[in-house]
């Protein structure tokens, strides 16, 4: 055995894997989110800490559930076209699931994980995200976005565990169920695996793409930015401010800062809230100018890593200290713009066509 297939094979009897410590033989056991997230990691962007229980852990729980057959037989003859059977089936299996013991060591493992959490993020019993992370999200041929389950502001090492089982018990919800069928894949080949990570309370979160999405402009980036949490923009429900800044002189070139009449807050029950804003800060720029560019450099620097225009979802975190509160939430390519093909005028000036070269970088993938 060859040192790389070594280290490969103890990668999947792995129970818990951490995002700062991601290597990339590990991504076969951790699913398509939680490898993105130990990638931006390990890359120096600065995601919330977190950790990954692995599909070595779903499978050790599995196999010694003693309760397989049963779930093989609720899912044998199986009809998609009837609702209320799927439906049926679907919670018989999650309630199967449910019932699996997890085993000692993975149980220690996850609850010494999530101490440890706590003690680094300074917090007693810090909140986090419960994510499911299925092997399945890395299938080229399809998106399982949506059918499986997260859990948001979970406290406390019993309560993650639970949220855990329910993660694993989501690859049953009657959509993933209907789409698995449709799909052509076998039930009992896919594997989960969860991720854990700290929330982040953002005092203003948003989006930012590496280039202009009103023209295709690669040599900005274009932010927008509310209030409390990102949700608003992401559904359109808030107008946001929008920055535009340019790539290569870091400049704000376009600021309009809009009356922004609510947000989107976290309440002392652990509650996200939409609330309305003050006349003083509903038309008050969400972000200061160093802000404004430290979001900037976020997505630049994501550009790099993944060589290709990128979509950003960034916050402001609330508990950490002004320079080091700009974290990213989440990293894909932009997908409008880069299938199409970039020209170049010719009446172009010679600057900006050296602007515009600095601005894409020559290691960027092809669309």
């Given at each position: 055995m060859t040192a790389q297939s070594d280290t490969a094979a103890r990668a999947r009897r792995q129970n818990l894997v951490?995002?700062?410590?991601?290597?990339?033989?590990?991504?076969?056991?951790?699913?398509?989110?939680?490898?993105?997230?130990?990638?931006?990691?390990?890359?120096?962007?600065?995601?919330?800490?977190?950790?990954?229980?692995?599909t070595h852990a779903f499978r050790a729980a599995r196999d010694g559930s003693g309760v397989i057959d049963a779930i093989r037989a609720e899912l044998d003859g199986l009809d998609p076209g009837d609702t209320?059977?799927?439906?049926?089936?679907?919670?018989?299996?999650?309630?199967?699931?449910?019932?699996?013991?997890?085993?000692?060591?993975?149980?220690?493992?996850?609850?010494?994980?999530?101490?440890?959490?706590?003690?680094?993020?300074?917090?007693?019993?810090?909140?986090?995200?419960?994510?499911?992370?299925?092997?399945?999200?890395?299938?080229?041929?399809?998106?399982?976005?949506?059918?499986?389950?997260?859990?948001?502001?979970?406290?406390?090492?019993?309560?993650?565990?639970?949220?855990?089982?329910?993660?694993?018990?989501?690859?049953?919800?009657?959509?993933?169920?209907?789409?698995?069928?449709?799909?052509?894949?076998?039930?009992?080949?896919?594997?989960?695996?969860?991720?854990?990570?700290k929330m982040v309370k953002p005092r203003s979160a948003g989006v930012a793409f590496t280039l202009n999405p009103g023209n295709g402009d690669r040599s900005a980036i274009a932010i927008d930015s509310a209030w409390g949490f990102g949700e608003g923009v992401v559904s359109g429900d808030v107008t946001p401010d929008n920055f535009l800044v340019d790539k290569v002189m870091s400049l704000i070139t376009q600021r309009t800062v809009s009356a922004k009449q609510h947000a989107y807050r976290l309440g002392d029950d652990d509650q996200v809230r939409r609330v309305e804003l003050g006349p003083g800060q509903a038309t008050a720029p969400s972000l200061t100018d160093a802000e404004i560019l430290a979001v900037a450099r976020l997505a630049r620097a994501a550009e790099k890593h993944y060589g290709c225009p990128q979509d950003v979802e960034w916050a402001l975190d609330g508990e950490l200290p002004d320079g080091e509160n700009v974290v990213l939430l989440q990293a894909r390519p932009e997908t409008v713009w880069s299938k199409k093909k970039i020209t170049v005028s010719a009446g172009l000036d010679p600057m900006a066509s050296i602007v515009a070269t600095l601005a894409r970088p020559l290691h960027a993938r092809k669309p």
């Open positions: 951490w995002f700062d410590h991601f290597d990339s033989v590990e991504k076969a056991c951790l699913g398509g989110k939680s490898a993105s997230l130990g990638e931006m990691a390990g890359a120096g962007l600065p995601v919330p800490p977190g950790f990954a229980i692995t209320a059977d799927v439906s049926r089936r679907a919670m018989a299996v999650r309630e199967l699931i449910m019932s699996w013991r997890m085993p000692p060591e993975i149980e220690a493992e996850i609850r010494g994980a999530y101490r440890a959490l706590s003690d680094r993020t300074g917090r007693k019993r810090v909140a986090v995200a419960v994510r499911s992370s299925a092997t399945c999200e890395d299938s080229p041929d399809a998106s399982f976005a949506g059918e499986h389950d997260s859990y948001l502001w979970v406290r406390g090492d019993d309560s993650v565990l639970e949220a855990v089982r329910r993660c694993w018990a989501s690859l049953f919800t009657d959509r993933a169920v209907s789409y698995r069928v449709q799909m052509g894949y076998s039930h009992l080949d896919v594997e989960m695996c969860v991720a854990v990570q």
